[in-house]
């Protein structure tokens, strides 16, 4: 599998073609169009916190490898007036190996200004027991 797979959410197609020019290196094309922006970056260390401005659509990535059973599941975040989830996606290394670990993709977009956290959990195959738990602090500003 060397493309993005969307899971959840037809409104996150767009932004997911961005996710791939960003991780391919390239600037996405701009447009006259009034849909929303994209933060300029994929955000991947939660000890960074996200910063983003209201209406703007951005990218969690985080490494998974769903030949182990674990996936990841965002959870609500602290404030939904301020942030959507909108979907996600996997995107798989290019190794040529079966069962190598990529990156879980999250897609969201900032609603107003506010700060809160996204919570995002790793859950084990069949008990739904959280193996891991990524908290990343956002604000986001006008």
Do not use: C
């Amino acid at each position: 599998m060397n493309a993005l797979h969307l899971r959840r959410g037809a409104a996150a197609a767009a932004v997911l073609a961005t996710a791939t020019l960003l991780f391919s290196g390239q600037a996405p094309a701009r447009s006259a169009t009034t849909a929303p922006t994209v933060a300029d970056r994929v955000f991947t260390e939660p000890e960074d916190g996200i910063n983003v401005k209201a209406g703007q659509l951005f990218l969690v990535a985080l490494a998974a490898n769903p030949s182990t059973g674990y996936r990841w599941k965002a959870s609500s975040p602290s404030d939904a007036a301020i942030v959507a989830y909108k979907g996600s996606a996997y995107r798989a290394v290019r190794t040529g190996m079966m069962g190598a670990p990529g990156e879980e993709i999250f897609v969201y977009q900032a609603r107003k200004p506010g700060s809160g956290v996204l919570l995002l959990e790793y859950l084990a195959p069949g008990t739904n027991a959280v193996g891991k738990t990524v908290r990343f602090h956002l604000t986001v500003a006008d």
